[in-house]
């Protein structure tokens, strides 16, 4: 959200490791319990004035309410498929076959929602190494 807004970037303590843990309150409640994210999102959702972070899907599963963004062309989005995807569509080009990483944030397309992230990428290779030593993180 610094990226967004530097009034929040002026509060925000940037050189933390985990920065979340710094927000009164949840410190008690960052480690995931089962599914990722839900102990942040029930925390959210049954505490007043709150936030924090998790996935649209964790938040539709226990009924928390989420916020719309306003991107980087000024439109008023949804975290929906195909928002992700008009995101995804505008860095694709920049993907490197040796690096499978790419920044989705804040693109310009009007369609895109601004801040997608992706934990893990699963690519089918043929590989006939006996062991692991081609995956690198």
Request: proline share 4%; net charge negative.
């Amino acid at each position: 959200m610094s990226a967004f807004s530097p009034a929040f970037a002026a509060l925000w303590d940037l050189t933390a490791t985990d920065p979340w843990v710094n927000i009164t309150g949840i410190q008690d409640h960052v480690t995931n319990t089962g599914t990722a994210g839900s102990a942040q999102a029930l925390y959210v959702k049954n505490t007043p004035y709150s936030m924090g972070y998790t996935t649209r899907y964790v938040a539709d599963q226990i009924g928390a309410k989420y916020a719309l963004m306003k991107n980087k062309a000024g439109t008023t989005v949804d975290s929906t498929i195909a928002a992700v995807e008009s995101a995804l569509n505008e860095v694709t080009d920049n993907l490197e076959s040796d690096y499978l990483g790419l920044e989705v944030i804040n693109g310009n397309n009007s369609a895109s929602w601004p801040i997608c992230m992706v934990s893990f990428v699963l690519v089918n290779v043929s590989n006939n190494l006996p062991d692991c030593s081609y995956i690198r993180a």
